[in-house]
């Protein structure tokens, strides 16, 4: 099988498109105007992208069942097929775009409070498990499903709890219902305890 010389330089020209393992492109510098499609990420999950620098599309395509545990390129769309779960930390999801119609489990998000979760897209199941006590500063994807393990605790603001689902046996605090008076918390289902701090004057109608 051939294989990039370690610490390759690769300039993809604009128009042009590079398709390439995620094994070959592990470690090698890709840069240049054009477009670059990475392949076959389930077949090394620790995969260092972050050399991945073009100024055109950044494509992961997730074609199996993948837990990603290397560096993903900033600002990269992975897509990721019916059927097929991409699971990734929230340092490795912040920023980047997720889309296709299959499922996406995001862990560690007490790692990485701020994490800006809003373009997880994919219109599978978008679940976010919360294993540690965590506070989100960040921003959560629409319509997805966080859940709390039992004996920890999520702090959010009512404005990312608005429409999203908390279930599991957890706890949960919301916060800042002043800045989302109309927030639909109508799905907070943990069986834990459920806190609504209410610190400012607030005329709650959702």
């Known amino acids: 099988k051939n294989k990039l010389p370690k610490d390759s330089v690769v300039q993809v020209s604009e128009g042009r498109k590079?398709?390439?393992?995620a094994e070959?492109?592990?470690?090698?510098?890709?840069?240049?105007?054009?477009?670059?499609?990475?392949t076959d990420l389930d077949k090394m999950e620790d995969a260092?992208?972050?050399k991945i620098i073009n100024k055109g599309e950044k494509i992961l395509k997730i074609e199996e069942?993948?837990?990603?545990k290397g560096t993903?390129?900033?600002?990269c769309t992975l897509q990721v097929n019916d059927g097929k779960k991409l699971t990734l930390g929230a340092?490795?999801?912040?920023?980047?775009?997720?889309?296709?119609?299959?499922?996406?489990?995001?862990t560690d998000l007490d790692k990485k409070e701020d994490?800006?979760?809003?373009?997880?897209?994919?219109t599978g199941d978008k679940k976010i498990k919360i294993d540690e006590d965590t506070t989100i500063r960040g921003k959560l994807p629409n319509?997805?499903?966080?859940?709390?393990?039992?004996?920890?605790?999520?702090?959010?603001?009512?404005?990312?709890?608005?429409g999203n689902t908390r279930n599991w046996i957890g706890n949960v605090e919301i916060t800042d219902l002043d800045k989302k008076e109309n927030a639909d918390l109508s799905k907070v289902k943990n069986t834990g305890d459920k806190n609504i701090k209410i610190d400012k004057d607030t005329n709650f109608n959702g």
């Open 48 to 50: 260092d992208l972050s």
């Open 18 to 21: 590079l398709k390439l393992s």
């Open 72 to 75: 993903l390129p900033k600002d």
């Open 24 to 38: 070959h492109a592990s470690g090698n510098t890709i840069s240049g105007n054009g477009n670059v499609e990475i």
């Open 115 to 122: 994490a800006d979760l809003s373009k997880v897209k994919n």
């Open 143 to 162: 319509g997805c499903t966080l859940e709390v393990k039992d004996g920890k605790k999520l702090t959010l603001p009512a404005k990312q709890a608005d």
């Open 91 to 106: 340092d490795k999801a912040d920023g980047n775009t997720i889309t296709g119609s299959g499922d996406v489990e995001i």
């Open 65 to 68: 069942d993948t837990d990603i």
